[in-house]
């Protein structure tokens, strides 16, 4: 290439940067064989784009008339650069203009722009002729004057660059004459200049060089041996000028396309016509053939309507010694529905956020056929049972959308199915699938397998012992779906809840913190909160009701007669007393509850077995048969409460009775808890004592009497309930269910002296009609208590 060529060369290659825009379309010019990398022009700027959004657009370039990318599109500077060598003759063949058709597509929002691209020819190609040698058969006897015909050489390029002229070897015979067909074809004719002789030469042997008009010139040769012969002055001739033929695409090998026919009206070897290609393409030797003695060209090989469509052929008719001519067929071939739609993904979001609102565009898809007219037009489908759809976009894209709410839970991927289909007849279909995942948002709160939960433990546990274990489910993904427990703040009896228990954050197991005792507490409630790690989180709450079972773990403590120590009491019983009168009884509880607190009642000792009984479960004493006067006078007895516990726990009482009807028979008392190691002088104070208040209480009685005896009723005394001073009863003793140890509700009225030695004499009141009421208490000093109570063996006791 020289310095004039490198010059149009640069020429040419600015002008590929100019750019017109039309209808938001752009032109480019540029030259075939560029290298790959080579820039056509800056598409950006040529439409005002913001070249940094490129990318983020998803700009690419698309072509629908070949797979071949040819050109891409530079994200960075937003340059049309040449991808793949540009070969004009492939594409375009002998077509003066040969365009590439692109499209720029962009993305958020969709846009399309269309880019011409006209591809321009370089002289890079030499003329050729269709044979290395032609042979001419001449009669000596041709006149001066006569033409012989030489099929004309080929150069596929166009323009300037094509065939310009053509230069014949000088010599003496011939000499070369180039005029032009109204077809714009060239005719090339050997015009014999001087006459033959066969005696002088057998053969000529000449050379024709075809050169393009290109800078520098290319040329090719071909050589021309002329054989001298005899006279042969008639050249065939066909009888058509142009041959014209229509094949279907789709046609069967060694399927006739058209029939050539040529006469020559010589006879003999002279008049024997055969027929050949003078001038078809490298992909037409390809797909046709041609009968040298019928003249039938036949269908070798399988048509592509979408690469080539029309066909332009020489077919030369040849005698016996070299005369010829020419004539041009013509090939139009029809398009069959042979190429079924083919579908493009050009943009796809996956995966897609479950709370994407209906009519949300996921992705972009692009359908193509290479068929033509009817048997291109192409319906987009998809199948009905998902929630998305195909609307029809610009030109040949469509938008994929949804069509309801998502929701991960329920589906989390869709295999989507895209059917187009042609209207061809038959109409041709092809399917893409496509995988769409679901991505979870965290729209689930975490739900607790039960509505409430009630965990159910023995008093006395151990702490960090396991109550319950409580579950909820969150159906939402990772962390979204990671359930976390914990206590809801709260107090219980005054206390924070989180004393009572705590709860394992991953698993849900509930622990107690400490030890529970059902005598304070018998249930409680606790609230729970799951809690899942999605952002921001979602929780639900639920109660836990922690019920506390009873152990008998409380012995039974009695509250009548009163422990040891703080009093001594002595009830009286008359003499007149008959059997199954009740004496007195005794009163206890169990802070335990059900059958650890249901009492039973057994005297284990007393003075008399066989004077009295206690109920084994009212604890009532009664005498078992009338007093008669042989039965001491002082009776002691020891009782012993057991609960029904496993095992049972107990404890034992004593209670001390007088036989008497009035005090005045009793000739001494002691207290039982005095010590018998005092001093004489104390003795005989107490013993002073004790006459004072005999007569105090003599009194006392006399008064008595004279109430008793306004009675219209006479009424025993200690028959009925023994009633128990309200002091006694602890508050936890109340009976709040009905599983208490009090089966009824006593009264008793107590009146106990302030010195820690003092006794009292009761008269218990009754709400028996019977019962002789009785409102003194008859008060003495210990000194008074020693001499009846002298020979009593244990003193009282009382087991809590």
């Not at 060089?209 to 040329?219: C, M």
């Not at 007195?584 to 077995?609: E, F, H």
């Not at 007088?658 to 009793?666: K, T």
Request: aromatic letters at 8%; hydrophobic letters at 35%.
């Amino acid at each position: 290439m020289n310095a004039h060529d490198n010059l149009i060369w640069i020429l040419i290659c600015g002008f590929a940067s100019i750019v017109h825009i039309t209808n938001a379309d752009l032109s480019y010019s540029v030259l075939e064989e560029m290298k790959s990398g080579s820039i056509v022009g800056n598409i950006a700027k040529d439409l005002g784009l913001d070249e940094g959004k490129l990318s983020a657009r998803k700009a690419r370039i698309d072509t629908e008339e070949s797979n071949q990318p040819y050109c891409d599109i530079d994200l960075k500077t937003g340059n049309l650069i040449i991808k793949e060598r540009i070969d004009r003759e492939e594409l375009c063949g002998e077509k003066m203009s040969c365009l590439l058709r692109f499209e720029l597509v962009l993305e958020s929002p969709l846009e399309l722009h269309r880019i011409l691209l006209h591809i321009q020819d370089v002289n890079d190609n030499s003329p050729s002729f269709p044979k290395h040698v032609i042979n001419f058969e001449i009669s000596e006897s041709a006149y001066k004057g006569a033409r012989y015909r030489i099929n004309e050489a080929h150069d596929d390029d166009i323009g300037q660059y094509s065939i310009r002229q053509y230069e014949l070897e000088k010599n003496e015979h011939f000499v070369l004459s180039v005029g032009e067909d109204t077809d714009g074809s060239k005719n090339v004719e050997l015009v014999l200049d001087k006459e033959l002789d066969r005696e002088k030469e057998h053969n000529i042997n000449l050379v024709l060089t075809a050169v393009d008009g290109g800078n520098p010139r290319k040329s090719g040769s071909v050589n021309i041996i002329v054989t001298v012969l005899d006279a042969n002055d008639n050249a065939p001739v066909f009888n058509q000028t142009i041959y014209k033929a229509t094949i279907a695409e789709d046609a069967a090998l060694d399927t006739v396309v058209v029939k050539v026919s040529a006469t020559d009206e010589d006879e003999g070897v002279n008049g024997e016509v055969t027929y050949d290609f003078s001038r078809i393409s490298e992909r037409a030797k390809k797909l046709f053939s041609i009968n040298s003695k019928s003249g039938e060209i036949k269908v070798i090989g399988p048509f592509d309507f979408e690469s080539n469509s029309k066909f332009e052929i020489r077919v030369s008719a040849k005698d016996g010694y070299g005369l010829s001519s020419d004539s041009k067929v013509m090939i139009d071939i029809t398009d069959v529905n042979d190429n079924a739609p083919v579908i493009h993904l050009k943009s796809l979001t996956n995966p897609v956020a479950e709370n994407v609102s209906p009519g949300t565009e996921v992705g972009i898809i692009n359908v193509q056929d290479r068929d033509s007219e009817k048997n291109r037009q192409v319906r987009c489908s998809i199948q009905q049972n998902v929630p998305f759809k195909l609307v029809p976009s610009i030109k040949n894209y469509y938008s994929l959308v949804t069509t309801g709410q998502l929701d991960r839970e329920v589906v989390s991927d869709y295999n989507i199915t895209i059917t187009a289909t042609d209207e061809g007849s038959p109409p041709l279909s092809s399917s893409k699938s496509l995988h769409l995942s679901v991505a979870d948002i965290n729209d689930n709160p975490p739900v607790f397998e039960e509505q409430s939960y009630s965990a159910y433990v023995s008093e006395n546990n151990k702490a960090g012992s396991t109550l319950c274990s409580v579950t909820a489910r969150d159906p939402d993904w990772r962390q979204n779906g990671t359930v976390i427990y914990s206590v809801l703040a709260g107090e219980v009896n005054g206390a924070p809840v989180s004393s009572y228990v705590s709860v394992n954050g991953d698993t849900g197991v509930i622990h107690a913190v400490r030890s529970f005792d059902y005598e304070h507490m018998r249930s409680f409630q606790v609230h729970l909160m799951a809690r899942d790690n999605g952002s921001p989180p979602l929780s639900s709450n639920v109660t836990v009701s922690v019920f506390i079972s009873d152990v008998n773990d409380n012995c039974p403590q009695i509250l009548y007669p009163a422990p040891e120590g703080s009093s001594f009491m002595t009830e009286l019983v008359p003499k007149a007393a008959h059997g199954g009168s009740v004496v007195s009884k005794v009163i206890a509880v169990d802070a335990d509850s059900g059958q650890n607190a249901w009492l039973s009642y057994q005297i284990v000792k007393s003075t008399d077995p066989g004077l009295f009984t206690i109920g084994v479960h009212s604890g009532e004493i009664r005498t078992q048969r009338d007093i008669s006067q042989s039965d001491s006078m002082k009776q002691n007895l020891i009782v012993s409460v057991k609960d029904n516990g496993q095992p049972s726990l107990s404890a034992t009482c004593s209670m001390y009775l007088l036989i008497s009807d009035n005090l005045a028979e009793v000739p001494e008392l002691k207290d039982i808890s005095y010590d018998e190691k005092n001093s004489k002088l104390t003795s005989y104070l107490i013993i002073a004592l004790v006459c004072v208040s005999t007569f105090f209480l003599t009194f006392i009685i006399i008064i008595l009497g004279v109430r008793f005896c306004r009675r219209r009723k006479p009424r025993l005394l200690f028959d009925g309930a023994v009633t128990i001073p309200g002091a006694y009863l602890p508050p936890n003793y109340a009976d709040v269910d009905g599983t208490g140890t009090l089966r009824s509700a006593y009264n008793y009225d107590a009146y106990l002296t302030t010195g820690s030695r003092t006794s009292d004499f009761k008269f218990v009141t009754s709400y028996n009609d019977n019962t002789l009421p009785a409102e003194q208490t008859l008060r003495k000093s210990p000194t008074d208590f020693v001499d009846p109570f002298q020979d009593l063996e244990s003193p009282l006791q009382s087991v809590f």
